[in-house]
């Protein structure tokens, strides 16, 4: 097992910066991929961005494409998610997942406990 703890988020001005992190333990040996998930009220979870652990390859949705940069330190088994000129769509859960698979809804083999992000207008 996987076990997954994201930490940062918050509320943030349109526009603003913000940075969450996730910290990975357990059987990490079995981590292909790391990324982050996200889904508002009343909305299907939506891919964000994902990072290959071994290769560091990347993979953004359009939406957050040239805004956020999804990063790792293997060494810390953990995550990042720097998150640029917000917008208030962005608000939402973020959930840290690894092993993410394909198909829609996005599904994962393990998720975090997820951590608010609020982008006021």
């Known amino acids: 097992q996987v076990q997954l703890v994201e930490s940062g988020g918050g509320l943030v001005q349109a526009g603003g910066s913000l940075r969450v992190s996730c910290a990975a333990s357990?059987?990490?040996?079995?981590?292909?991929?790391m990324g982050w998930v996200r889904q508002a009220p009343g909305k299907e979870r939506e891919f964000v961005a994902a990072i290959t652990w071994s290769g560091g390859t990347t993979n953004y949705a359009d939406s957050v494409k040239g805004r956020f940069t999804i990063s790792r330190d293997n060494a810390k088994n953990t995550e990042y998610l720097q998150m640029n000129s917000l917008k208030p769509e962005d608000t939402a859960v973020y959930y840290c997942?690894?092993?993410?698979?394909?198909?829609?809804?996005?599904?994962?083999?393990?998720w975090g406990q997820g951590t608010q992000v609020t982008v006021s207008s």
């Open positions: 997942a690894a092993n993410l698979l394909p198909g829609r809804p996005v599904g994962a083999g393990y």
């Open positions: 357990g059987r990490t040996s079995s981590i292909r991929n």
